[in-house]
């Protein structure tokens, strides 16, 4: 009814859709035990450094938090060797992900990014109101050199996100370095790197950091949500020129990042232990995961992500719903059609054997209704 009073250009956008709350599907299926592998986040849970520095903050809640985030600023240059300057925070990655679209994008504004990536990022687009250009993957990964073609002086802004969401495929260091030098025209980019702890230690995995004197446009966002454990108390940061900084503050409310996060984060980044044994569990999760995933007939897409992604001959939408009744979370994805892909969190041990168990079971099921000839739905 208040259609008239809404931007017309907010009527057309589709709100983001989130796996279920854990405590929703539990209720729904009766579920005591339960694996939800369907949103990336770090099972194991948070940091016990943040943890304890967020109890010890809860003391601090009737005052305002620093509108500045010094103490977290002042972590966060130590730990990248940059000035604080070039730090933004963010109510999540998502905050920040949303001033740059508010900061540089207006109306009719182009902007390139490639399909099948994090879905906020045409929801920003459409926020603003700007044009997209879209490049399809290419096997499942990002296409960076006609990403850089698709790119002229009308371009405003670029997303890229590495390694992709949903796919977890990456593009190398040579590919970005090659990216880089070949670009003819000068955008805001922004280089969307979630799941940068897990990918890290692969050799050809790029130093972003590198690039951030040479192309004064980027924008590197990283968040404390997956790795680090913290994905429900908020907390992402951004890398860019001092000047950019500058922009993104002007737009920014003044309270945005509550004292118990700006905590959580200072504590999380000097909890190395914890980050090893993430990265660890993550590690073995896939070794385990994959050979056995394969075994079941799906193809296992290689991820330095936290996640796996999946393709195969079977509807995953069915697939999903089977194992959500047997207490397994995954995510169904569209690439060409709802359900052709299914991206499945690395979760514990105990989470992963507890996946391959149901999912042997689903699956069976499933091929059992295709043989009785009704799989065509
Ligand atoms: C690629 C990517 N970027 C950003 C985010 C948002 O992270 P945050 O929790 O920091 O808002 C996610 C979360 O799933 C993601 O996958």
């Known amino acids: 009814m208040q259609n008239h009073l809404v931007p017309k250009h907010h009527l057309g956008i589709e709100s983001y859709k989130p796996g279920k709350p854990l405590e929703e599907i539990k209720r729904e299926f009766g579920l005591s035990g339960f694996a939800k592998l369907a949103s990336n986040e770090n099972t194991l849970g948070p940091s016990p450094l943040a943890m304890q520095a967020m109890q010890q903050s809860l003391s601090e809640t009737h005052w305002y938090p620093d509108p500045n985030s010094m103490k977290l600023k002042e972590a966060l240059s130590e730990f990248h060797g940059l000035d604080k300057s070039?730090?933004?925070?963010?109510?999540?990655?998502?905050?920040?992900?949303t001033h740059v679209a508010r900061c540089f994008l207006q109306a009719k504004d182009e902007v390139v990014l490639s399909a099948?990536?994090?879905?906020?990022?045409?929801?920003?687009?459409?926020?603003?109101?700007?044009?997209?250009?879209?490049?399809?993957?290419?096997?499942?990964?990002?296409?960076?050199?006609?990403?850089?073609?698709a790119i002229t002086e009308k371009t405003k802004l670029v997303w890229l996100c590495n390694p992709n969401n949903p796919t977890g495929t990456w593009f190398s260091a040579k590919e970005l370095s090659e990216f880089f030098s070949k670009l003819n025209h000068q955008p805001m980019i922004v280089l969307d790197e979630a799941y940068y702890e897990y990918a890290s230690d692969s050799d050809d995995f790029p130093?972003?950091?590198?690039?951030?004197?040479q192309y004064k446009n980027l924008i590197i966002t990283r968040t404390f949500s997956k790795a680090y454990g913290l994905a429900g108390i908020r907390i992402g940061y951004s890398m860019q020129s001092p000047e950019i900084t500058t922009h993104l503050n002007r737009i920014r409310l003044p309270f945005h990042i509550n004292n118990?996060?700006?905590?959580?984060?200072?504590?999380?980044?000097s909890d190395k232990a914890f980050l090893k044994q993430v990265q660890a569990t993550v590690r073995d999760g896939k070794n385990y995961l994959i050979p056995l995933l394969g075994s079941l007939g799906l193809?296992?897409?290689?991820?330095?992500?936290?996640?796996l992604f999946v393709t195969g001959p079977y509807d995953f939408l069915a697939v999903y719903l089977e194992l959500l009744k047997s207490g397994v979370a995954i995510r169904p994805i569209a690439i060409h059609k709802p359900g052709d892909s299914a991206r499945i969190t690395v979760g514990t041990a105990t989470e992963n054997t507890m996946l391959i168990k149901e999912l042997k079971t689903v699956l069976k099921g499933l091929e059992r209704f295709q043989d009785s000839g009704c799989a065509d739905r």
């Open 86 to 97: 070039c730090f933004h925070l963010g109510n999540g990655t998502e905050e920040i992900l």
């Open 116 to 149: 099948n990536s994090f879905p906020i990022y045409t929801i920003l687009n459409q926020f603003q109101n700007a044009r997209e250009v879209v490049i399809p993957l290419k096997d499942y990964r990002y296409d960076l050199a006609a990403i850089r073609e």
């Open 207 to 213: 130093n972003s950091q590198e690039y951030l004197n």
């Open 260 to 269: 118990v996060a700006q905590a959580a984060a200072c504590a999380a980044l």
């Open 299 to 307: 193809k296992v897409h290689p991820s330095l992500a936290n996640f």
